[in-house]
């Protein structure tokens, strides 16, 4: 972890300062040292967190008949696809492929699986887990095949993508400047520093917050252009079948609520707890925030539409 701190410092005192977007593909994504790049386990009991998968295979079923009926519904084609966003270890995947076993399910001679996870070693899991699935498991193929009719799944996948914290300043253009983070020139430590967007940043973000409510002065919210591009991108991972994305989240008019979200929704998870301190133990914690389910609507539905003449 003091790896990681050391390689963030360095770029924030290079930089001058970066945006939290930034700090978080580094705590989290950092090759071979970020969160979700060593070996160490994350989710479950002795982990950082729990999701639903780990609680009880119950989601796994239940996703298993949405996909079983969307492919009866399709006219049950030759071949559909699992394709499953931050799939870990398989927990929810190896669920649903047992309900379907046990059902006995005529599926599993269609299924294939195409799993995004970037932790090498979870991903390693993963495919062994398959290949010791009775006939070694449905195909793996990789994320970059050709599209094909299926089913995309995403749990709790969204609310961890780098996202920006703006804060709520009326001096500023256009009411609010971006939370950064710096390194202090006296004690070395991370902290945050306040500053205009960087001119590509306000690109992405202005965009995205043209719906919002003006923030109170000093309040602070979060934005992910990297969500709304992901989600903007689904369309084009199948040519018919059912995206299902499961995070937790509200409409983004009540997440600029002041009343109730005067301090934003980030949030970093180490050891079953929570804190709002973000900046400590980078690459030791999870770093999360709530996703704003407008925007992640707005983009899915403009990408299905396809472009406008």
């Known amino acids: 972890m003091e790896e990681v701190e050391r390689l963030i410092r360095e770029e924030a005192q290079r930089e001058g300062s970066i945006s939290f977007a930034r ?24 982990g950082d967190f729990m999701t639903a998968p780990e609680l009880h295979p119950i ?46 399910h005529p599926l599993l001679g269609a299924l294939e699986v ?33 599209p094909v009719a299926g089913i995309v799944v995403a749990n709790e996948f969204a609310d961890a993508l780098p996202f920006h914290i703006v804060v709520g300043r009326a001096a500023a253009p256009g009411g609010f400047a971006e939370r950064r983070v710096t390194a202090d020139p006296v ?27 003006p923030l109170a002065e000093g309040q602070l919210a979060e934005i992910s252009p990297a969500t709304a591009e992901w989600a903007h991108g ?13 995070d937790y989240g509200r409409e983004g008019v009540a997440l600029r ?3 109730s979200r005067m301090a934003g929704t980030a949030l970093a ?36 539409k396809g472009p406008t003449k």
Do not use: C, K
């Not at 071949?79 to 270890?89: D, I, N, P």
């Not at 887990?129 to 990789?142: D, F, H, S, Y």
């Not at 902290?191 to 409510?213: F, I, R, Y």
């Not at 180490?270 to 992640?296: E, I």
């Open 23 to 46: 700090f978080m593909e580094r705590a989290l994504l950092e090759p071979g040292l970020g969160y979700y790049a060593t070996a160490q386990r994350r989710a479950g009991r002795s």
């Open 59 to 104: 989601l796994g079923a239940a996703i298993a008949r949405l996909a079983a009926a969307t492919w009866e519904r399709l006219g049950r084609p030759a071949t559909f696809r699992w394709r499953e966003y931050g799939a870990g270890e398989g927990t929810l995947l190896l669920a649903a492929l047992d309900y379907l076993a046990r059902e006995e």
């Open 114 to 146: 195409s799993a995004s996870e970037a932790n090498p070693h979870r991903l390693a899991d993963l495919t062994a887990a398959l290949a010791a699935l009775p006939g070694g498991g449905p195909p793996l193929v990789t994320p970059a095949s050709p």
């Open 187 to 213: 004690t070395n430590a991370l902290t945050w520093a306040e500053g205009p967007l960087d001119t590509g940043v306000a690109d992405q973000l202005t965009p995205l917050m043209a719906g919002w409510p």
């Open 234 to 246: 689904l369309s084009a991972e199948l040519t018919e079948g059912v995206v299902l994305v499961l």
């Open 257 to 259: 609520d002041p009343a």
């Open 269 to 304: 998870y180490q050891g079953h707890r929570a804190t709002d301190d973000l900046l400590g133990d980078p690459g030791g914690r999870d770093l999360t925030a709530h996703v704003d389910l407008t925007a992640l609507r707005a983009a899915a539905t403009a990408a299905a």
